[in-house]
């Protein structure tokens, strides 16, 4: 399935992600609000332009909390309501990854769309194709995601799925292999052959991978520490292990 335009849109905010959403896909930015003093400054001035060759309604207000931008954020000024062009189907993902050898990113049990967010830069970095997140305990497309990936959301896709073990087994069925990043891997990291059709899966820190995911997968792999810190960050993780993915996928 495409990326549905009657999905429920949402809002973003910042320059960097409103300009890059415009630049990607201006004909599914449906209106954009701006403080009155927004256009004085060049890249503001720049951002509006944009916004008017491409036709797209721009509002002032006093206060963007009145279109949806949750209080207390930084947002410098702007906003937009945008459709979720990254949004697709579970059946859909094959035809993203044609022509490539296949990565695709699994997040359990992350709340926090600050890691989400830093979890879909790093993929799109190394060259993900699509990021999937299961409907309960891990968090849902936001605009704090898309402020947090700095545009990068737009650059990939997400799938959202009801049962992560349920995608798994699909994901293998597909071809793919499966590969867990925890802390009692029983592989190290650059250890492992990664060079496969693959999906990697990540845990939040302190839960880490759900004990029926991990039993899913085909693999657990570790990253080796060697200074008193005991574990990281689940975005730091990811960032790593899909740094070592792509080393090896471009190794000559």
């Known amino acids: 399935m495409i990326p549905s335009s009657k999905s429920k849109s949402i809002i973003i905010w910042g320059i960097h992600p409103v300009r890059e959403f415009l630049e990607l896909y201006s004909y599914d930015c449906q209106e954009i ?7 004085k400054k060049k890249a503001q001035a720049s951002l509006l ?16 909390e009145s279109a949806g931008v949750p209080a207390g954020i930084v947002h410098q000024g ?10 697709i189907d579970f059946l859909s993902l094959p035809m993203y990854w044609r022509n490539k050898s296949p990565l695709v990113i699994l997040c359990d049990q992350v709340t926090d769309p600050q890691n989400v967010g830093s979890i879909i830069r790093s993929a799109v970095a190394m060259g993900a194709q699509a990021v999937l997140l299961p409907s309960r305990r891990t968090s849902r497309i ?26 798994m087994r699909q994901l293998k069925e597909l071809g793919l292999w499966i590969a867990g990043l ?9 250890d492992s052959n990664l060079n496969s059709p693959l999906a990697l899966v990540v845990g939040a820190e302190g839960k880490g991978l759900h004990r029926l995911v991990k039993k899913t997968c085909d693999l657990l792999v570790r990253i080796p520490h060697f200074g008193p810190v005991a574990s990281m960050n689940v975005a730091s993780a990811a960032s790593i292990a899909l740094y070592e993915i792509a080393r090896q996928r471009n190794l000559k």
Request: aromatic share 8%; with cysteine.
């Open 33 to 39: 609000f701006v403080h009155p003093s927004f256009g």
């Open 49 to 64: 332009s944009m916004a008017k060759r491409q036709a797209v309604v721009v509002k002032r207000t006093e206060r963007l």
């Open 78 to 87: 702007i906003a937009a309501l945008v459709r979720p062009v990254w949004s």
């Open 142 to 167: 936001t605009g704090a995601v898309a402020k947090s990936s700095s545009g990068a959301l737009f650059h990939i896709k997400v799938c959202q799925v009801g049962n992560l073990v349920t995608a």
């Open 182 to 190: 925890s802390p009692d891997g029983e592989h190290q990291l650059w």
